[in-house]
């Protein structure tokens, strides 16, 4: 309840007096509340975590190029929701070669973001 509460008002300040749109905050949010839905202990869960965010930053083109990717790899990185955060900020802050289009990044973004959201609410168990 104290992580609802901390996110809703970072989400209400960065939206309202620094009108930062909170698509992907969300969604990353919302995964994270799905992962702790499966964990048994507290400590489980930062390895679960790992697990997940560690291959989603190599692999989703935010530290190299996906054109050095090999093809193979494509479908793995257009499953990744950071593949189309990055490519949405990129393409809003310096002007980059999009991958998708801008409108297909936010699809996909609030796609997981409702995914993840009905799954953390369906086996988020109070224990």
């Known amino acids: 309840m104290v992580a609802v509460c901390q996110a809703a008002l970072i989400i209400a300040i960065a939206s309202v007096v620094f009108h930062v749109p909170m698509l992907g ?3 990353f949010l919302s995964l994270g509340f799905l992962m702790s839905a499966f964990a048994k202990t507290e400590e489980t869960i930062m390895p679960m975590l790992m697990v997940v965010n560690f291959p989603m930053m190599f692999l989703s083109g935010i530290f190299f190029p996906v ?10 990185l ?42 953390a609410v369906r086996f988020f168990r109070w224990e």
């Open 78 to 119: 257009n499953a990744m929701p950071l593949t189309y955060l990055g490519d949405s900020l990129r393409q809003i802050m310096v002007g980059a070669t999009p991958l998708h289009p801008h409108y297909l990044n936010l699809a996909e973004l609030g796609g997981w973001f409702l995914a993840c959201l009905i799954g």
């Open 67 to 76: 054109d050095m990717m090999p093809e193979f790899m494509r479908p793995v």
């Open 25 to 27: 905050t969300l969604t």
